[in-house]
């Protein structure tokens, strides 16, 4: 390296001193910050270009195929590590960037994307500068995890570490955080930190972390796809590949216990009892299908999905009209009766649902039942009777965006269920 040695420990030391500073800016006077940010900042960018010369020089050393001394690589690794502490100091102390507009994006997305594979076995220091490399970035940028933290057992775990992780980096914006072990087989990733820069065809990678800018300057400036080699400190990655921690719990379980569990519980669920309407006609009535929440609603890794007040219509999500059928199937009047209606039922999704199992606890007449209807067959929820303020069986349930119309059958329909067309009348009365 052409860089003395008193130089490399002046710039050290010019680091260092970049560091106490950001300690004393605490106690200083606030008429003094602009004048202090504006000191680091050209401190800090004299260091950047130092360092930018060095690392050049390392290269063309590698070139000439001159090993590196242990002294001249720990030095460079110093001097990275102290970096990317300098990157801390300007982010506390300088102004915040401003919010990246679409037209920005639109940018980034022209100019390819960046991933940065991440494990919670690097330094603490160099997770935190790698989720703001890519929260601060330019560039689609995007932080890869291989799977789950340690031992963790479920996705909502590693969820958890990776927000822990954000809120320690301190962010105004969250990055863009992924597990995907995809991603690490096709860029053969064996070590973390690792940058990669994808742009059309071009694949350029890199193990450890630099300043994302400098990276993808770098990427870009090569005319192939190709290596920028080691720019810093690399560690090994400590979660397991996701898809052959899936493969390994796959293999412990008993499927065929798993089935038996299954049919226990359809067989032994609990059955909704309801007797058929005495009144002669049909009774009909709607339901308002909005819901208002009372408290705040979030999801299980602490995010709002709905605030206390909040008012939605979950019949806005369909994208057709459905009708619900339910009957007890171990009444021939109520079997008639919906084969009637299902027969002049047009440009609606319909579903029939039991309130018990025909045969008792028989599948093979579930079975022979679904056959017979040449459709799927459900068992109704307990719940659904106060969904739909259910009193008698049989009943017709038709869905619209915005309201729940809700048809109890009378014992009339009922009668007339099965008669030949021409003896009923259109309104489903006798004639």
């Known amino acids: 390296m052409h860089t003395s040695l008193f130089n490399r420990q002046s710039l050290v030391n010019l680091l260092a001193a970049i560091t106490m500073s950001a300690i004393y800016f605490n106690a200083m006077a606030v008429d003094d910050n602009q004048q202090f940010i504006l000191d680091a900042k050209r401190q800090m960018d004299d260091v950047r270009s130092q360092i930018d010369a060095m690392r050049k020089n390392n290269q ?12 001249q690589q720990s030095y460079i690794s110093q001097a990275q590590m102290l970096t990317q502490h300098a990157d801390d100091i300007r982010h506390k102390v300088l102004p915040k960037p401003e919010p990246v507009t679409t037209v920005m994006q639109q940018a980034m997305a022209a100019n390819g994307e960046v991933f940065i594979f991440a494990s919670f076995g690097m330094p603490a220091y160099t997770l935190k500068s790698a989720l703001r490399a890519a929260a601060q970035s330019q560039i689609k940028t995007t932080v890869v995890f291989r799977g789950l933290k340690d031992e963790s057992e479920s996705l909502r775990d590693a969820s958890n570490a990776i927000h822990h992780a954000i809120d320690e980096a301190d962010l105004d914006v969250a990055p863009r955080v992924i597990i995907d072990p995809r991603l690490f087989n096709t860029y053969s990733v064996e070590v973390a930190p690792t940058m990669v820069y994808r742009n059309g065809g071009k694949v350029v990678t890199a193990t450890g972390l630099e300043a994302l800018e400098d990276f ?3 990427s870009e400036d090569m005319l192939q796809s190709g290596s920028l080699g080691k720019l810093s400190d690399t560690y090994d990655i400590t979660e397991m590949d996701m898809l052959e921690l899936i493969q390994q719990k796959l293999k412990k379980v008993d499927w065929e216990e798993k089935k038996r569990e299954a049919v226990s519980r359809f067989v032994n669920r609990k059955e909704v009892q309801l007797t058929e309407s005495l009144k002669d006609e049909d009774v009909r009535y709607k339901i308002d299908p909005r819901i208002r929440f009372t408290q705040d609603q979030t999801t299980p890794d602490g995010q709002y999905f709905a605030k206390a007040g909040d008012v939605i219509d979950p019949t806005a999500l369909l994208e057709m009209e459905t009708r619900l059928f339910m009957i007890d199937p171990t009444s021939e009047r109520q079997l008639a009766w919906m084969n009637d209606v299902l ?3 047009e ?6 649902l039991l309130s018990a199992l025909p045969g008792g606890n028989d599948l093979s007449e579930f079975g022979r039942l679904q056959s017979t209807l040449g459709r799927r067959l459900y068992l109704m929820q307990p719940t659904m009777v ?6 008698h069986l049989p009943a017709m349930v038709d869905l619209f965006k915005g309201e729940i119309r809700v048809t109890e059958i009378g014992q009339r329909t009922l009668s007339n269920a099965g008669l030949p067309t021409l003896l009923v009348s259109p309104n489903d009365g006798a004639k």
Do not use: C, I, M, N
């Open 60 to 71: 063309e050393v590698k070139q000439d195929s001159t090993p590196a001394s242990w002294g």
């Open 216 to 218: 993808v300057k770098q």
């Open 343 to 345: 027969s002049v039922t």
């Open 347 to 352: 440009h609606k999704q319909v579903y029939v």
């Open 386 to 391: 106060s969904r739909f303020q259910l009193e």
